[in-house]
């Protein structure tokens, strides 16, 4: 094997330039004509009508109710947003979901199939709803309003039983965890007093002090006795009811691994070696018996009670996952990359009702991300709820909320319920792995080269966007090879555990240590990139371990041979704006095959009422491989092939959206080219803007961080000579701090 001793390339961005918009081809065929619209239309808009019409007044606040609104699968594109048809009717939409269909017609040549599509909930004034039968009949052809009214596949009111989740626990008052559709703005208020009055009358008390709010969602804590529940849920802008998940329990994973003995351990003298990083961890805090005080601040939230023994275990032991990685024996624990927050957000009362207390468990962390400035995140505990398709929890609403900026790196654990029942879906990541904006981290159960996804780790898919999850694995203990934190004893002591609580902070130690060698050149969004960029897939399937395990040392991760560069880019993207990212190659011609290797991660913000479009920003890639290669001697840009495709993602979501890859936060893919096929070869990109599924009227940039790796095992001298042609732009990023090349 090549000896890697080149460092990573930095400053990518100073190639990349701004490109005029290309060419459109804004026609498209059209499944229905207006006549067939509204003759498939007009017994569901009735239908509805009625339906709406016989919820109970007090059910409807303001006299204003929501229905559903199905677009053709055709028409899911932003562009192709209702907004017409909306404005005509006088109602509003408020979120959407996804919904399986089937639809009578198809612009594609086969037979219709059940395909993936949206629903819109749609609000406003019932008299609307029952007029809209005639409107439908009077819409004239050749219209804005037709042109909408063609687009809509179904429409139908909500079955009150519909919004319920059934419920797990034989409680004769269970606490549910409501979703209202309301904006934190007082055009909404009536939305919350209705509903705070129509509870009156079945003798709830709603607390408004504990309701959180995440976009156009309200989430609110409510118990409610059972014999009224199928009456609570006909409230009309009540999304969904569900039993208030629990905590996830620590318990048994985090038990010492039977066979094992705990052996002494000593831990080093001295100090972090990046002196300027913290890292908040929010956990059951630290026990007062282990000696971690050089390395770890303990703090707590305001009106926090009674510490825990078993939390602080878990605490302690995610702590030193993250300071020291897995213990060796024999060994002193290597120094820490960085030193630690730990905010313990757990007390006894989590402890006796981890179900009540769940929203005030991400309240304190919410509180703490607001008020404080981290670039470095671990989070190991959440609620015991495995990812729904058409819902959005509070935690991953307000987590993905607090890191839209890209300046956060978190690390979530997915969760240790891969070996519940698949058939109900248990065994999906839980909340809030599925966050966008994170990076959501497995296990895998060895340290060596024959690993795999350890069999408790909870596994993929994620929500669309948002498909591929866990983002990566990490090693985080078996019942053959444990994972070895430091326990709670005083003389320090290692004991064996296992499971994803302890691979996301092993996972991020990695992060940090990229961080402390190079200092604060490569942001946190690049850091996510490059550990991205870098897995090793292993031939496991997608849905056990995302992208790949992180490699075990850092040298795989920021040092290359010399038949291998690797340059990042990192930078801002407007709205609407085109860029061309060239890919550094030499001047002399390359010979052989050549393997491209590209990762765009980005941060945007997010949508919790439209999970379908949950992603308020997209990218569109296009890979120009050949700079002079034209199909049409007239087109102004050479011809593209596409680079990331939908189907590296799931092959399900090829079927199901071709163009579910647009709005993926992260973007990986490789493949191996003739050099003959290379000429100055280049990415456009262009970002893509949305809100609630439609074209955003204003949007903000976002960040973005690109990982470039251009391997050709023919070319003995590629590093040297892309340093040499980009000798003013591209720099070799220099150590800041000498760290030893080793295992982490």
Request: hydrophobic content about 40%; charged content about 25%.
């Amino acid at each position: 094997m090549a000896e890697k001793q080149n460092f990573l390339l930095g400053y990518g961005e100073r190639l990349v330039e701004k490109l005029a918009p290309p060419p459109t081809n804004p026609s498209k065929a059209h499944p229905y004509s207006l006549e067939e619209a509204r003759t498939r239309l007009s017994p569901k808009v009735l239908s509805a009508s009625k339906a709406l019409a016989s919820l109970p007044p007090e059910a409807c606040p303001n006299d204003e109710a929501v229905a559903l609104l199905t677009l053709h699968p055709a028409y899911l594109a932003k562009s192709y947003f209702p907004i017409e048809l909306l404005r005509a009717i006088g109602v509003e939409a408020v979120g959407s979901r996804s919904r399986d269909v089937t639809p009578q017609k198809w612009t594609r040549k086969q037979s219709p199939k059940s395909t993936v599509t949206a629903e819109l909930y749609v609000a406003g004034p019932r008299s609307n709803f029952a007029a809209l039968g005639q409107f439908v009949a009077r819409i004239s052809d050749a219209t804005p309003v037709a042109a909408d009214l063609i687009k809509v596949e179904d429409f139908r009111a909500q079955a009150p039983k519909d919004r319920l989740k059934a419920l797990n626990s034989d409680a004769k008052e269970p606490l549910l965890e409501v979703v209202l559709h309301a904006k934190p703005i007082p055009a909404f208020d009536f939305v919350i007093e209705g509903f705070e009055e129509y509870l009156d009358q079945f003798n709830v008390t709603l607390d408004l002090d504990r309701r959180i709010y995440a976009e156009g969602l309200c989430f609110l804590p409510v118990r409610v006795p059972v014999d009224v529940v199928n009456e609570v849920v006909k409230f009309s802008f009540l999304r969904v009811a569900r039993e208030m998940p629990r905590l996830r329990q620590f318990q048994p994973i985090t038990r010492a691994v039977p066979g094992f003995s705990p052996f002494s351990c000593d831990l080093p003298t001295q100090g972090a070696l990046d002196r300027e990083t913290r890292v908040a961890v929010f956990d059951g805090g630290i026990s007062k018996n282990t000696n971690l005080d050089p390395w770890v601040h303990r703090r707590r939230p305001p009106k926090m009670s009674k510490s825990v023994a078993e939390f602080r275990r878990h605490g302690t032991a995610v702590t030193s996952a993250l300071l020291f990685g897995p213990l060796e024996d024999g060994q002193t624990a290597p120094r820490p990359y960085a030193a630690v927050d730990h905010y313990r957000v757990l007390d006894d009362k989590t402890e006796q009702d981890n179900q009540e207390e769940l929203y005030s468990v991400l309240l304190r962390i919410r509180d703490v991300l607001q008020s404080r400035q981290y670039e470095f995140v671990n989070l190991s505990i959440g609620p015991d709820l495995p990812i729904e398709d058409n819902e959005v929890h509070a935690w991953t609403s307000v987590l993905d909320q607090l890191l839209a900026s890209g300046r956060i790196l978190a690390a979530i654990a997915v969760g240790n319920g891969g070996e519940r029942d698949k058939t109900l879906g248990y065994h999906r990541i839980q909340t809030p792995a599925d966050c966008v904006n994170a990076l959501s981290i497995g296990a895998s159960n060895r340290t060596g080269t024959t690993w795999r996804p350890a069999s408790y780790s909870s596994v993929g898919p994620g929500r669309c966007p948002g498909v591929v999850k866990p983002d990566a694995l990490a090693f985080g203990g078996s019942s053959r090879e444990p994972f070895w934190v430091l326990g709670t004893q005083n003389p320090p002591s290692a004991v064996p555990v296992r499971g994803t609580s302890f691979a996301a902070p092993n996972a991020l130690r990695t992060a940090l240590a990229i961080r402390a060698h190079f200092g604060p050149v490569l942001t946190p969004l690049a850091l996510k990139a490059l550990l991205l960029h870098s897995c090793e897939d292993g031939n496991h399937t997608r849905a056990d371990m995302g992208w790949g395990r992180i490699p075990a040392a850092i040298e795989d991760i920021v040092l290359s041979d010399e038949q291998t560069a690797q340059i990042v880019y990192q930078g801002e993207l407007a709205p609407k704006q085109w860029l061309r990212v060239p890919i550094p190659l030499p001047l002399e011609k390359l010979r052989g095959n050549v393997t491209l290797s590209a990762t765009f991660c980005f941060a945007t913000p997010t949508d919790p009422q439209d999970p379908i479009h949950y992603t308020r920003g997209g990218l569109e890639v296009r890979f120009r491989p050949h700079h002079t290669k034209r199909k049409d001697p007239d087109q102004e840009n050479a011809d593209s092939s596409y680079f990331f495709q939908a189907k590296s993602l799931y092959p399900t979501e090829v079927e199901l959206r071709a163009d579910a890859h647009k709005w993926e936060t992260t973007l990986h893919q490789s493949r191996t080219l003739r050099s003959s096929s290379l000429s100055s070869p280049a990415f456009d990109i262009h970002y893509n803007a949305r809100a609630g599924g439609r074209n955003a009227t204003s949007a903000s940039n976002i960040p973005y961080a690109l990982v470039i790796t251009v391997h050709a095992p023919r070319t003995k001298d590629l590093y040297s000579k892309v340093v040499q042609r980009y000798r003013t732009i591209l720099e070799p990023l220099q150590p800041t701090i000498r760290i030893p090349i080793r295992p982490v």
